[in-house]
């Protein structure tokens, strides 16, 4: 496990100085933002409105639980960020290594494949807390103006941890089957955008199958941890993922060293 | 140190290395010679452990890879044809990553940093990112990378392949500082390379080893023929016919001479240089003056070559027939 630390850290490291990073952390920031605020505006409009019908007429028909909703918004739409960002992230985790030829220094030295696809996704995940970091003051203002839920809000953010380590694994498994990473962004956009919609087509089906096409979605077991529920099926779901990506990660490494390069 | 057994890897259909059997003393540097595709990197790729051989076995200081993969690793310093650098990080953090993945102890890692750093010459750019530095720099910093464990055994693959002359001495010194306390195994396309670092040469074509010895003993065997370069003027007066036809005329009078195999002319300006070629341990030089002199020609210059080394191992790699002459034991052309 050593060695998985210092790869994990030295990817951290290389994430620092490569433009994509900062680029990533910079766009995610900023949508987060962006859509903070507006949520929030939002929100608050709504809930003015609200006061005015009862100030008019006595009662609202509009049932508002401004905290919650704004969480609930918020989270629902850092889900669809993160699926943007996170394959720039990921694309190059293996697909680099083999590029500039470092897979070959890895390999020959004393790490077990285990311990570099270990590494490798600590390194991404490390990089991943440094993204979601911006987002914490976003909480503190809320919870400043009396709206603090400190529940749903830990629940949301497991979430997040959960459902981007699952898109780590999984673009890291693409990373390591591709020798060009703009093939490994789009392959891992691909299966990542299947999985996260899936569910709406299970909106469509009226049968057996709905159940069976929503076990799959990411969406589905997200939004789970962003209404505050977090339950053991929605974590092993992830956890079944993210231990999927890494055995696929580590097969298709071993796998690869048999062709010719 | 390293004993290698029936080595065999194929590609589908392909062989690309052929039963390989050999083993290399400790402190002993074993260089391979081949063309590109002969099979010295797919052999070094199997022996570090990066590709899995089709067959054969391969033992490091008592280790059999197969069993014992990480020891194995851990006793071999490997340099790949292309330094395998982070170009992002700086010299010294891409030393000390690689001396944590090689498992050199935390007390000692510094120290063992400073000292690749020192022994690959690498102290004026130690905080320089990689990315930024020269070839010859890079290749510098894949050496420090292949010695920072101090592993018993270094395997350098086409080490100065890439680098300009003045790089390549520079690699090759030190290299040559590096003999003595490591077992060394590399490769190359360059004979005068091999014959400068390496005790022990194996020619590699085509996955099979065409032959084994010292460097010394084989560009002895490898010489094939002696060859005189003659530069001379034909004066228009001792010219027989017009300007075309003159260089016939040399051609002639040369092949006549007793002992000469080959004959070519080549005008420059109103200049001749005439190659003569002949068989090893021959020598036409004092037949030349008095042809020229007796002809009435006017002799500029005369100078004996011999093939070099490279081009003598091109015709014997293109060539099946040289086989036999380069097997051990069977006797040499003279």
């Known amino acids: 496990m050593r060695h998985a630390l210092a790869i994990a850290r030295r990817e951290l490291r290389s994430y620092f100085v490569s433009p994509i990073a900062y680029v990533v952390v910079t766009i995610f920031a900023f949508l987060s933002g962006a859509f903070f605020s507006n949520i929030l505006v939002y929100y608050v409009k709504q809930s003015t409105l609200a006061d005015r019908q009862i100030e008019l007429v006595g009662r609202s028909d509009l049932q508002l639980d401004v905290p919650t909703m704004v969480l609930g918004e918020f989270f629902k739409n850092e889900a669809f960020i993160l699926l943007l960002v996170l394959p720039l992230l990921t694309m190059g985790l293996i697909t680099d290594e083999r590029r500039k030829g470092t897979l070959e220094l890895l390999l ?6 285990g311990e570099l696809v270990a590494g490798k996704f600590l390194g991404a995940m490390a990089f991943f807390g440094v993204l979601l970091a911006p987002t914490v003051p976003l909480h503190v203002f809320l919870a400043r103006g009396g709206a603090w839920e400190p529940g749903l809000v830990l629940a949301s953010y497991a979430g997040l941890v959960a459902l981007g380590g699952a898109q780590i694994a999984l ?34 089906a009226r049968s057996i199958w709905v159940d069976f096409i929503n076990f799959f979605s990411f969406d589905f077991h997200y939004l789970n941890f962003t209404r505050g529920v977090l339950s053991v099926s929605d974590v092993v779901y992830f956890a079944t993922y993210i231990t999927l990506g890494l ?15 | 140190m390293v004993s290698v057994q029936q080595l065999t890897k194929k590609f589908g259909r392909q062989v690309a290395v052929n039963s390989l059997t050999f083993e290399v003393q400790k402190g002993e540097v074993l260089g391979f010679l081949g063309p590109n595709g002969a099979g010295k990197t797919t052999t070094m790729r199997m022996i570090t452990g990066y590709l899995p051989p089709s067959g054969g076995r391969v033992k490091i200081d008592g280790f059999d890879l197969y069993d014992d993969p990480i020891e194995v690793k851990r006793r071999i310093g490997y340099l790949p044809e292309n ?53 010859g720099f890079k290749q510098r910093v894949g050496l420090g990378q292949a010695i920072v464990h101090e592993p018993p055994v270094l395997i350098l693959d086409e080490p100065t392949s890439s680098l300009d002359p003045k790089q390549r001495v520079e690699v090759r010194e030190l290299i040559s500082h590096l003999k003595g306390d490591h077992t060394v195994i590399l490769s190359t396309h360059i004979l005068p390379e091999v014959s400068e670092i390496a005790d022990r040469v194996f020619i590699l074509n085509r996955g099979h080893v ?88 006017q002799l500029l210059g005369l100078a004996a070559d011999s093939l070099s080394l490279e081009q003598i191992f091109l015709t014997l790699v293109s060539d099946e027939n040289q086989e036999a002459r380069l097997k051990p034991g069977s006797p040499t052309e003279s």
């Open chain 2, 210 to 297: 065409m032959a084994v010895d010292t460097p010394a003993n084989l560009s002895d065997r490898l010489r094939a023929r002696e060859m005189v370069t003659v530069q001379l003027r034909v004066p228009a007066s001792a010219a027989a016919s017009q300007s075309a036809k003159r260089w016939e005329d040399v051609r002639t009078a040369f092949n006549a001479l007793p002992g000469v195999a080959e004959v070519s002319v080549h005008p420059v300006d109103d200049m001749l240089n005439v190659r003569l070629e002949s068989a090893v341990g021959v020598d036409l030089r004092p037949e030349v003056a008095p042809l020229v002199v007796g002809r009435g020609w």
């Open chain 1, 171 to 204: 673009g890291l498994f693409i990373s390591s089957l591709c020798e060009n990473i703009l093939i490994s962004a789009f392959g891992t956009y691909g299966l990542l955008l299947i999985l996260n919609f899936v569910d709406t087509s299970a909106t469509l």
């Open chain 2, 83 to 135: 330094p395998p650098v982070y170009p992002e990080l700086t010299v010294r953090q891409y030393l000390e990553f690689v001396a944590e993945i090689k498992d050199v102890p935390v007390s000692r890692r510094r120290a063992a940093v400073d000292r690749a750093l020192e022994r690959a010459q690498l102290g004026e750019v130690r905080d320089k990112r990689v990315g930024k530095l020269s070839k």
């Open chain 1, 108 to 113: 020959t030295s004393p790490v077990r494949p």
């Open chain 1, 247 to 261: 055995f696929l990660t580590q097969r298709s490494i071993e796998g690869t060293r048999f062709k010719r390069s």
